[in-house]
């Protein structure tokens, strides 16, 4: 199983970035996606989530309206657009796939970092003034 994160850069307050994570080793449609990221100095944290078939998505209060998140079932891939970055915005992203949830997780469930059991590698999101 492996997931790689893609997409991030150096990029100034304000502008946009999306970020991809392609999946492989697994049926990737039955899966609910997540995105987490980590600032320096600081614990890991949730940003947002999608349910297997797109219908459901979940979002930190601090990145909602800025950024959605999406996935492509065809092509195995989740994707993260990311708008109107701020300085706060700067760690490194994860991906992450929950194979268990039920379809309408909820956001208490797709928050938890626990319930994922195969994580990405992380891309670095560096947002400058």
């Known amino acids: 199983v492996q997931l790689q994160a893609s997409g991030g850069g150096l990029v100034q307050a304000g502008d946009s970035l999306r970020l991809s994570c392609a999946v492989s080793?697994?049926?990737?449609?039955?899966?609910?996606m997540g995105w987490f990221r980590q600032a320096p100095g600081k614990e890991r944290e949730f940003v947002a989530a999608?349910?297997?078939?797109?219908?459901?998505?979940y979002y930190s209060d601090s990145v909602k309206g800025r950024f959605t998140i999406s996935r492509d079932n065809a092509k195995n891939t989740v994707y993260l657009q990311m708008n109107s970055l701020k300085l706060e915005d700067t760690a490194v992203y994860y991906c992450?796939?929950?194979?268990?949830?039920?379809?309408?997780?909820?956001?208490?469930?797709?928050?938890?970092?626990?319930?994922?059991?195969?994580w990405g590698q992380g891309t670095l999101v560096t947002v400058s003034s």
């Open positions: 999608i349910s297997r078939t797109g219908g459901s998505t």
């Open positions: 080793g697994r049926r990737f449609s039955r899966d609910l």
């Open positions: 992450a796939a929950d194979p268990n949830a039920v379809l309408s997780a909820g956001l208490s469930y797709s928050s938890e970092q626990g319930h994922y059991d195969y």
